[in-house]
């Protein structure tokens, strides 16, 4: 095989990674839901919700918040790296896991996005 056509399989499987790479993470994407609509069929699932930080708690390896939207409250754990800059009655984004505690579900959270 020459070089020339060498080259040419090797760009198009390139490519073709590259368009699956992103159709990856592009499918990979958690669409925002209500807090009404995470139940116990979410617990170990991804979710992303909108709402008010009603309550703040902080200390040096974890933040508690009560996030609120218009269908619920529910709790949210931030097991922190580094320090973040949010305060009771921001609107945030969370990102995060669905996890049981104490018979109460709560989202361990991944991202907190403040808007």
Do not use: H
């Amino acid at each position: 095989m020459d070089e020339q056509r060498l080259s040419k399989i090797a760009l198009l499987c390139s490519l073709v990674g590259i368009l699956l790479l992103l159709l990856i993470v592009e499918e990979r994407q958690v669409s925002a839901s209500s807090i009404q609509n995470i139940t116990n069929q979410s617990v170990d699932k991804e979710v992303k919700i909108k709402g008010k930080i009603n309550t703040l708690t902080e200390n040096p390896s974890v933040t508690i918040m009560q996030v609120k939207d218009a269908s619920g409250e529910i709790t949210v754990i931030l097991f922190q790296k580094k320090e973040i800059t949010i305060k009771k009655g921001d609107q945030v984004e969370v990102q995060g896991i669905v996890k049981e505690f104490e018979g109460k579900l709560e989202i361990e959270a991944k991202t907190i996005q403040v808007f």
